[in-house]
C-alpha cells in the first residue's frame, strides 16, 4: 500500500482538484488494462532509449522485459517510457551538442511522471551522461543500467572491434596500406553485435566511472550487451530500483565529492576517454560539486593506470569482464579509491569489492606492475591553453611529449577537409597541426574531430603519429599524441584563434606546459583584428549557443549547473 505522495499520486496533473487528478489518470492507465491493487504499489519509471539509429541500444528491448521481472518479482510497477536516445555516428552536427538536450528531457520527464524510482537505461557514449545530469538534478531514486560492450569481430583471422580499429584500419586505408575491396570487408567485422564499442573508449569509460561513483549495481559496467549476464544484470538493477524506492533513497544521500573522486581516479586508471573528464564534470556541476582539472592532474599523476585495453593497451571489453570486470579494477585500486564511499546499493565500495571473487589473468595488472605508469590523461596549460587543454599521454608516442615544432593550421573542418591530402601542403614529420573552430561553440558540440589525420603524403611515407592540437575532442577509441579541449577555445577568442602557419609551438608534458612561442603583446594584437562574425539563430540552437560553458566547466548550460 502506497503513502499518499506514492505511486500513481505522485506529480499530478493540475487541475485545480487533486481528486479528480488521480481519478482522470487512474481511468486512463486503466485502459491498458492495470488493476486497482497493482496501480496501488510502487512505480518504477524505465527509460526506453532504443531506436533504430542506435545500435548501441539494440538490446534495450531486452533489457526492459528483465528489468520487468526484477520490478514485479518485488511487488512495484514497472513503467516504461521513451526520451530520446543519440549515437555517435548518428547525430549532426554531433552527438556532444544534443548532450544537454537529452539530459533536459530526461530530467523533465522524470519531474514530471509518477515514479518512485527510475531505471535509467543508456550505452552510448553521451546517453549515459545525459541520463545521469538530468537524473541527478530531480534528486528522484535513480539506478543506471548500462547496455554493455559488444562483442568483438574477426577480420582474416585478426580479431577487431569498433572502434580503435576502425581508425586503424582507415588510417591503412589512406597510406593505400588497403584496398578498396579490403576496407569494404573489414566494415563488415568492426561491429559484429549489438553494444557498445568493444575498447575502453567513452561508454566503457562511462560505464565503469559510474560504477566507481555508485550509481550501478556491483560489477555491472562490463559484461556483453548479448550476455545472459547482462539480462541477470538488468533484472538485479529491477530489484535494486525496487528497494530504493520503497527506502526514498535519493543520490543526496549517498553521493558527495568522495564519489566523484573516486571516478577520476578510476577514469585514469583505467586509461579512460577523455570525454569522461567532460562528462564526470557536467555530473558534478549537477549537485554543485566542482571538478578542478588541475587538482584532478595532482591526484593522478603518479597514479598506475591498470587496464591493458585498446586504445592504450592491446585487449578488448570482453577480455576485462571475464577477467573480473569493474569490480576487479576497484579491488587492485583499493589503496586510492575512498572505501567508504555510499552507493545506490546500501554499502560501500569497500564492503562491494570485499565480497568479489578475483583469479589470475593477465588484463588487470595492479600497482606494482603498471600498464602506464603515471597518470593517463595529463592536463596542460600555457600561452596557447591559458585555462587548460588536455592529453591522453598514455595513449600518446613518447618521443613526442616534449616537442616544438612549426604550426600547420586548419581554420576548421572544411579547411581540413579541403587541404590535408593536398601534395602541395607545406607540411613535414616535426610539424604540430593546428585546427580550429571545434571547440563547444565553434563546432558547434565539440566534435570528435580531434584526432587530425595525417596529411596523406606523410601517411603513405609511413608517419603515423604527429602533435596535433585542437579545441575539440576525439573518441575514446582513439590514440596518437593529441592535445584536446583547449580552453577558451578559438571561437570565445582564446589564443588558439590566432595561431599562423609557421608560429612555433611548444609541447612539454611533464612539465604539463603548451606554448605559443610569441609575445604576449602579439598574441593580443592578432586577437584585436579578430573579427566575430554574429549570426541570427534560433530554437535548440540558440538557447546552446547563448548557454553552453567551456570545456573546462563540463559544457553543461550554464542555468542547469
Ligand atoms: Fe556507441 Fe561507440 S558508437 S558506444
Not at 584585436?528 to 541570427?536: C, G, S, T, Y
Amino acid at each position: 500500500m502506497t503513502n499518499q505522495e506514492d505511486g500513481m499520486k505522485k506529480n499530478l496533473t493540475n487541475y485545480g482538484d487533486k481528486g479528480f487528478s488521480i481519478f482522470l489518470r487512474k481511468a486512463f492507465i486503466k485502459g491498458l488494462g492495470y488493476s486497482d491493487e497493482m496501480l496501488d504499489k510502487k512505480i518504477i519509471g524505465i527509460t526506453n532509449t532504443f531506436s533504430d539509429y542506435n545500435p548501441c541500444h539494440g538490446n534495450v528491448p531486452d533489457l526492459i522485459k528483465s528489468v520487468k521481472t526484477g520490478i514485479l518479482s518485488n511487488g512495484a510497477i514497472p513503467l516504461e517510457f521513451p526520451t530520446i536516445t543519440i549515437h555517435e555516428s548518428f547525430a549532426n552536427p554531433t552527438s556532444m551538442y544534443l548532450r544537454n538536450l537529452m539530459s533536459i528531457d530526461t530530467e523533465e520527464m522524470l519531474r514530471a511522471q509518477p515514479m518512485d524510482a527510475c531505471v535509467l537505461i543508456g550505452g552510448c557514449d553521451k546517453t549515459v551522461p545525459a541520463q545521469i545530469m538530468g537524473g541527478l538534478s530531480t534528486n528522484i531514486p535513480l539506478i543506471q543500467l548500462v547496455t554493455g560492450p559488444m562483442l568483438t569481430g574477426s577480420f582474416r583471422g585478426e580479431r577487431v572491434g569498433a572502434c580503435t580499429d576502425c581508425r586503424r584500419f582507415w588510417a591503412s586505408y589512406r597510406a593505400e596500406e588497403l584496398n578498396n575491396e579490403d576496407i569494404e570487408e573489414v566494415n563488415n567485422q568492426l561491429v559484429p553485435t549489438v553494444g557498445t564499442c568493444g575498447v575502453m573508449g567513452t561508454a566503457s569509460t562511462m560505464a565503469i566511472t559510474t560504477e566507481a561513483l555508485g550509481l550501478m549495481v556491483p560489477n555491472s559496467a562490463c559484461a556483453p550487451a548479448v550476455s545472459a549476464d547482462r539480462k541477470r544484470i538488468a533484472e538485479s538493477t529491477g530489484k535494486t530500483a525496487v528497494k530504493i524506492a520503497m527506502e526514498n533513497l535519493k543520490p543526496s544521500d549517498y553521493l558527495s565529492e568522495k564519489n566523484f573522486l573516486n571516478a577520476l581516479i578510476v577514469l585514469s586508471s583505467i586509461g579512460g576517454s577523455t570525454n569522461g573528464l567532460v562528462h564526470l564534470t557536467a555530473m558534478a556541476g549537477r549537485l554543485g560539486i566542482t571538478i578542478d582539472l588541475i587538482k584532478f592532474d595532482d591526484i593522478t599523476k603518479n597514479l598506475p593506470m591498470i587496464v591493458d585495453l585498446k586504445p592504450s593497451g592491446t585487449g578488448y571489453m570482453e577480455d576485462l569482464y571475464k577477467a573480473g570486470g569493474s569490480q576487479r579494477i576497484f579491488y587492485e585500486l583499493r589503496d586510492f579509491l575512498y572505501l567508504d564511499a555510499k552507493s545506490v546499493n546500501g554499502t560501500t565500495l569497500g564492503e562491494e569489492i570485499k565480497n568479489s571473487a578475483k583469479w589470475t589473468q593477465n588484463i588487470i595488472t595492479n600497482k606494482s606492475n603498471p600498464v602506464f605508469n603515471a597518470g593517463s590523461i595529463a592536463v596542460l596549460k600555457g600561452t596557447l591553453a591559458p585555462n587548460s587543454a588536455i592529453i591522453k599521454q598514455s595513449a600518446a608516442t613518447e618521443s613526442l611529449l616534449i616537442h616544438e615544432g612549426r604550426a600547420v593550421v586548419f581554420e576548421g573542418l572544411e579547411d581540413l577537409a579541403n587541404r590535408i591530402d593536398r601534395d602541395d601542403l607545406d607540411v613535414t614529420k616535426d610539424d604540430v597541426l593546428v585546427l580550429k573552430s571545434i571547440g563547444p561553440k565553434g563546432g558547434p558540440g565539440m566534435p570528435e574531430a580531434g584526432l587530425i589525420p595525417i596529411p596523406k603524403k606523410l601517411a603513405k611515407q609511413g608517419v603515423k603519429d604527429m602533435v596535433r592540437i585542437s579545441d575539440g575532442r576525439m573518441s575514446g577509441t582513439a590514440s596518437g599524441t593529441i592535445i584536446l579541449h583547449v580552453t577558451p577555445e578559438s571561437y570565445e577568442n582564446g589564443p588558439l584563434a590566432i595561431v599562423q602557419n609557421g608560429d612555433l609551438i611548444k609541447l612539454d608534458v611533464p612539465k604539463r606546459k603548451i606554448d605559443l612561442m610569441i609575445s604576449e603583446e602579439e598574441i593580443a594584437e592578432r586577437l584585436l583584428k579578430r573579427k566575430k562574425v554574429n549570426m541570427r539563430r534560433r530554437g535548440y540552437n540558440k538557447i546552446y549557443m547563448e548557454h553552453v560553458t567551456q570545456a573546462d566547466r563540463g559544457v553543461d548550460f550554464d542555468f542547469l549547473i
